[in-house]
């Protein structure tokens, strides 16, 4: 099981930015997939996800209107459009698949600053 995240990056306040997390060794149609952030200094915090039973998302309350998750099946990649950027979404982003176990990418830095 392997999970890349990537598509971070410097960005401008109100700019916008999409990770991907490109998957392999699992059904990505088969499990809830989601992302996480880590800000300096501030403990982790779930920011996405898509819920495999019913299909739903959530977003935490932080990112609402502004995140939008996705997945394409056919590429195996989950994907998180963040729109509207604050320079309280710095931060480094990790994104998860829960199959037999929670597994983890390896984390994409962003940094939203002008």
């Known amino acids: 099981v392997q999970l890349q995240a990537s598509g971070g990056g410097l960005v401008q306040p109100g700019g916008s930015l999409r990770l991907s997390c490109a998957t392999s060794?699992?059904?990505?149609?088969?499990?809830?997939i989601g992302w996480f952030r880590r800000a300096p200094g501030k403990e982790r915090e779930a920011v996405s996800c898509i819920v495999n039973s019913d299909r739903s998302t959530y977003y935490a309350d932080s990112v609402k209107g502004r995140f939008t998750i996705s997945r394409d099946n056919a590429k195996n990649t989950v994907y998180l459009q963040m729109n509207n950027l604050k320079p309280g979404d710095t931060a480094i982003y990790y994104c998860?698949?829960?199959?037999?176990?929670?597994?983890w990418g390896q984390g994409t830095q962003v940094t939203v600053s002008s």
């Open positions: 060794g699992f059904n990505l149609d088969r499990c809830d």
């Open positions: 998860y698949a829960d199959t037999i176990k929670r597994y």
